[in-house]
């Protein structure tokens, strides 16, 4: 042993090959185990300090065993054997250790929750005592003012009469007997409930359940009192009958009859049964029978409907002196790729061309421009696709002038004659904007000469209609075209209402991400401003927010401004109104009164009335075959578009199904609903979310992404075009006559024909034609020129065949042979 800086070590030495084992210890900690040998010296890491006994235990194995080793093992076997049994203690001891940690921490859990349920159960106990004592109080103050009130009712006129007489007690004598007796009792009632109240232990339940009986509310004390007091004032008046005026709709039920009329639900429902009806209180019944009743108990009837709902929004007239200057409202219309877009462009100075894919508009687009003279222009932007017809037809609707625009290269076209259509319908002026005058092909005379075809008149024609030859390139004619414009709005004197609630027009509306559901209004009258709560078509809501064209946030917007409006509760529908209401009840009211009346006219509209309705559209389902989709667009505008052109796709034999189509980006519900149904999900200009794409993966269902709308309603006319059943076109190839009839064994019978003409062939389909009339039609089992079996006879050959399953063939019957090609049909 030896002792060297606070460190002890001891050495255990074995046989002559044995090797010497050294523990050192710091400060009572274990450091690290050192065995060595003669060959090499190995450092085992220390143990934990759970762990020093186990490694005492282990030391002195180890010295026991090296000094008797068995015979035949080796120093590097009992190495390793001594390692192992070291190994093997430690783990004990850890294991050993973690399981104390482990039920120290079960144990320190559960001592916390028991605490924690003690606390929670002593609070609940304290509040019950605080509730019971108050109530007690609060009885024992009632019962003190009824008995008072009692005994001033009994002896109104006591002072007087109890004047001190010869022979009787004096009146303090007289009170002092009552007031002994009434602190007597007091004190043996609160005797009595503290023994009630301590005797045995408060339990969580008997607090939570209440064991000494249910306890009266503060209201029901309160209309004791009341009581009390009218009797002790000289008893319980009669009330006087309260006559309302009930609303009374369509159809209400028993429950809500009696709150309309402040009557109880059981006599309502009594009234009903004495006059024939029997109905609970949830049950609905008419306005005649509630009409009767209501009259029964008095009360006046004032009969309403559902559609009052909106009477808070009906347009009111604003006197002359209110009406107030307000800018035009100028939407550009005409055939597709006729510079719609690129002439707003030049009058605005940007460049939104350039942001539209395939160079076309897709979407309809509002804009304010201030002249060089100040004039204030707002400008809307129609797409021209034949598929964007009710865009064009919406932004005729909120408009006042309308600018057509024709291509002097191109002159009038279809969507040029709807724009012409629209326009009339609308009863808006027109002014025609001759474009791409620059190009070497122009001929504005032609485009002028066109327009007289659909009753069309320009000024140099002798008309009324104003025109103006211009160039978006250039810039050549604009001056003319603004100066066209505000001379138009001067004669038609265009005025509006700012200071009263707002009404506009949604011109747009789209999912925007980050910003929820975003409008595009266009405010017609009055002013909208920030914080206005609003009802737009089926969706209400607050005005969160107000975006101008520029993408400027702004407080309020005047009538002909368009801006983006935000903090809508659903994407409106293109089209729709918006109307400012006072509250936002007003508001909700409203939109779900349209939402139900919009879900019932579209089960109206889907649903089969009558038997032979039923089996009509049972029998048209199960003879046209069905192209199901799923569309998902960014604006609102844009998805209405898609599904009316791919409504149009089809015929009596294939139709294209819309399933569903929304606003905003494709997402796991819109995944679900396609593998449900088996349909692809078509998106324009919107992408599919990453675990919609995940799902997509998952299940097998197409995206397909498309960004113009030609290409969209190709692909699905083609994909419709698959559903067609193949047309079969027969072609005639030859004729043969049977000559002979022999009966062959294993074969049956066969013709011995000529062929007469055209040719034979294996392949092709025959008719058995007798005397001109077909008496049988299949396929050649055999085809024979002498004993060879041959693909096909040419005219004017001998050759034997036998028919498939039929035998019925007689000398001179004549063998019509043709082939049946398929041809694939495709949708116009």
Known sequence: MSDNDGKK???????????????????????NVVVETKRK?????????????????????????????????????????????????AREGEEAAQREAEEKARAEERDRMRAEKEAKEREQREAEEKARQKAEEEERRAREAAEAAKQAAADPAEPAVSRPTAGGPKPSQQAAPRKVEREREERGRRKGDDTERRSGKLTLNQALGGEGGRQKSMAAMKRKQERARQKAMGGNQPREKVVRDVQLPEAITVA?????????VGDVVKALMQN?????????IDADTAELIIEEFGHRVTRVSDADVEDVIKEVEDAPEDLKPRPPVITIMGHVDHGKTSLLDAIRETNVTSGEAGGITQHIGAYQVTTKDGAVLSFLDTPGHAAFTSMRSRGAQVTDIVVLVVAADDAVMPQTIEAINHAKAAKVPMIVAINKVDKPSANP?????????????????????????????????????????????EILELKANPDRAAQGAVIEAQLDVGRGPVATVLIQNGTLRQGDIFVVGEQYGKVRALINDKGERVKEAGPSVPVEVLGLNGTP?????????????????????????????????????????????????????????????????SAEAIVQALEK?????????????????????????????????????????????????????????YSVIYDLVDDVKAAASGLLSAEIKETFIGYAEIKDVFKVSNVGKVAGCLVTEGVARRSAGVRLLRDNVVI???????????????????????????????EDIRQGDVIEIFERQEVERKLD
């Open 9 to 31: 070590t001891l050495g255990l030495r074995g046989g002559p090959r044995s090797g010497n084992v050294k523990q050192s210890f710091s400060h009572g900690r274990t450091k």
């Open 41 to 89: 010296r190995v450092v085992v890491p220390k143990p934990g300090a759970a762990q020093t006994a186990a490694g005492s235990a282990a030391t002195s194995a180890m010295s026991a065993a090296g000094s008797k080793r068995p015979a035949g093992i080796s120093d590097a076997e009992m190495e390793r054997r001594l390692k192992a049994l070291q190994a093997a203690k």
């Open 256 to 264: 809500e009859l009696a709150n309309r009329m402040a009557e109880r």
């Open 276 to 284: 024939g009806i029997m109905a609970t209180q949830n049950q609905t």
């Open 445 to 489: 005379t032609k485009v002028r000469t066109d327009l007289l075809q659909h009753e069309v008149v320009v000024e140099q024609m002798s008309g009324d209609v104003q025109d103006v030859e211009v160039s978006a390139h250039t810039g050549q004619g604009l001056p003319e075209l603004l100066e066209a414009i505000a001379l138009q709005a």
């Open 573 to 637: 529908e293109a089209g729709d109104v918006l109307n400012v209401t006072e509250t936002e009840a007003q508001a909700r009211e409203i939109a779900e009164y349209r939402a139900n009346v919009a879900k019932e006219k579209r089960a109206a509209l889907g649903a089969a009335t009558t038997l032979e309705q039923l089996m009509k559209k049972a029998k048209d389902d199960e003879n046209v075959s069905e192209l199901p989709v799923l569309v998902k667009a960014d604006v609102q505008g």
């Open 649 to 705: 796709v089809g015929n009596d034999e294939v139709r294209v199904r819309v399933l569903h189509s929304g606003v905003g980006a494709i997402t796991e519900t819109d995944i679900g609903l396609a593998e449900a149904s088996g349909c692809p999900v078509i998106g324009f200009n919107v992408r599919a979310n990453a675990s919609a794409r995940n799902t997509a993966n998952q299940k097998g269902v197409e995206i397909r992404y």
């Open 776 to 806: 049988h039609e299949g396929t050649l089992k055999t085809l024979k020129r002498f004993k060879d079996e041959v693909a096909e006879v040419q005219s004017g050959q001998e050759c034997g065949m036998a028919f498939e399953n039929y």
